[in-house]
């Protein structure tokens, strides 16, 4: 079997990078789109997860990181830059490991899971924790990058998108066909807007006979789209989406208009009850910011039989904080046999 070699040697003439830029690349991309038996069975519809936590850092952020990270790299950039709930920022320091650069990330004190954190922090970028929210971090790192030679590689930076819409063409080229619908979380809205692009593409490129509904969502403290209006604060357990004001906006708009799909949104609750769910009958572990898509998909009524993609954008291992909260961690028996056996219940 050929071995895989990243999105952008995979489809470097989907692209927007010269031929002749080197791919800082980890091995991203090519992840499983996993049927779910059991979610088809519950919503009377054909569903499969594209597990995006399979990626080298844990998350999707790796298919925009290497190509952004190539381009900074091929344009002589020294430093990245970014603001981050976690996953960015664990991304965007491993990317800048392997291309022997520096990285700075920005992140809400007290507000990211630790899963992120500690890779941030072991990659070796250097990792300020503000006091304030995702939107102010991005405000701080659009006026540093305007100050001093920094390249910034949140989903403002185009090539993100242009990275993360691979995601898109895997599920077309693993389906053999284009979904009905595709469900996906919402937080600074790049990763709906670089899907759509994708799917837009190989439609174009006649490679699939349609595109699917988009249907976003956010968590319902953190739902500036939904509402028609930016939240100053916004609170979800699910930290990954914990944003009030999208820097996609109006990307996610139009994926949503031009595909006749919707956003919607999802309490704690329902975001937490899907997380469990996908343990339980589907044996995917993602963070609950990935369960929002799934939480969504239970509320929305779909076409009985049609084909649903929900994509997991996170690994749980992440967030073992929320993992550990959300069941009953057992207590210590002794070591005899008899403890032991009753504590299993024989
Ligand atoms: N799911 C996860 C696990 C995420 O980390 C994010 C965003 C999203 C969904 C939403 O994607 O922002 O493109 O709409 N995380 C960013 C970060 C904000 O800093 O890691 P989006």
Not at 126 to 142: M, P, S, T, Y
Request: contains cysteine; charged residues 20%.
């Amino acid at each position: 079997k050929e071995r895989w070699p990243g999105i952008i040697e995979r489809y470097r003439s989907f692209l927007p990078i010269d031929p002749s830029t080197r791919a800082v690349s980890l091995g991203e991309g090519g992840t499983p789109l996993r049927f779910a038996p059991r979610l088809s069975e519950r919503v009377g519809a054909e569903v499969y997860l594209k597990l995006e936590g399979m990626n080298p850092t844990g998350s999707f952020k790796d298919r925009g990181m290497t190509m952004a990270v190539s381009k900074a790299v091929s344009e002589g950039s020294t430093t990245i830059i970014c603001a981050s709930t976690g996953n960015t920022s664990a991304s965007a320091a491993a990317y800048a490991a392997a291309a022997g650069i520096d990285a700075v990330v920005l992140i809400p004190s007290g507000h990211i899971a630790l899963g992120k954190l500690a890779q941030a922090l072991v990659y070796g970028a250097k990792v300020i924790q503000i006091d304030g929210n995702f939107d102010e971090g991005l405000r701080l790192v659009r006026d540093l990058a305007d100050a001093h030679p920094l390249t910034i590689v949140n989903s403002i930076n185009p090539d993100r998108l242009q990275g993360q819409k691979t995601g898109a063409f895997e599920v077309i080229d693993e389906l053999g066909f284009a979904p009905d619908a595709q469900f996906i979380p919402v937080g600074n809205a790049g990763n709906i807007s670089a899907y759509w692009l994708g799917y837009r593409e190989y439609y174009e490129a006649g490679l699939a006979e349609r595109r699917p509904r988009m249907f976003g969502v956010q968590a319902a403290g953190a739902a500036p789209i939904v509402r028609g209006a930016v939240v100053s604060d916004p609170e979800t357990i699910a930290t990954a989406i914990r944003i009030g004001n999208p820097a996609s906006w109006s990307l996610a708009l139009e994926a949503r208009d031009e595909s006749g799909g919707a956003i919607t949104a999802v309490t704690d609750e329902e975001i937490l009850s899907a997380y469990i769910l996908l343990a339980r009958d589907e044996a995917v572990f993602c963070e609950p910011a990935s369960a929002a898509s799934v939480a969504g998909l239970l509320k929305t009524p779909v076409v009985p039989g049609s084909s649903v993609v929900c994509v997991l954008t996170g690994n749980g291992l992440k967030d073992p904080d929320t993992a550990v909260s959300q069941v009953q961690v057992p207590k210590v028996v002794g070591t005899s046999m008899k403890e032991v056996a009753e504590a299993i219940g024989l």
